[in-house]
């Protein structure tokens, strides 16, 4: 199997939806992350990235709209936002467009926070 096969994973009531797709340059986040087993759901994700990190296209734009997430998965975006830096770092385009809901404090102070981490061009936008 293709390393860089794109990955569709449909929102159920504890996993976003996820569409990483190099060919139509689609990597979006949606709805809420709280998985029983963030390990399971996240690492093939984590290892899409650092396959795609390895011939990006030029331009990375990440779509992140959810309405919730825990603890763990937070741990499990700042591995992906990690890696997104590593593109930023070859002299590519990267951009995090950041949504969170209109009068979503949390939401929006955790986007500055990310921001602020992996020092990578970010959008924050509310929706």
Known sequence: MDSLTPIRLNETQFTPEVNLDMDRSRFEF?????????????????????????????????????????????????????LLKEIHRQKKTVIVHWYYRTGDEDMFETGETFSELVSIPFKIMPF
């Open 30 to 82: 949606y709805g809420k992350s709280l998985p029983e087993d963030c390990n399971e759901f996240f690492d093939p994700i984590i290892e899409w990235f650092r396959n795609y990190v390895t011939m990006p296209n030029r331009e990375t734009v990440v779509v992140f709209k959810l309405d919730y997430f825990n603890t763990s998965t937070s741990k499990k975006f700042l591995e992906i936002l990690n």
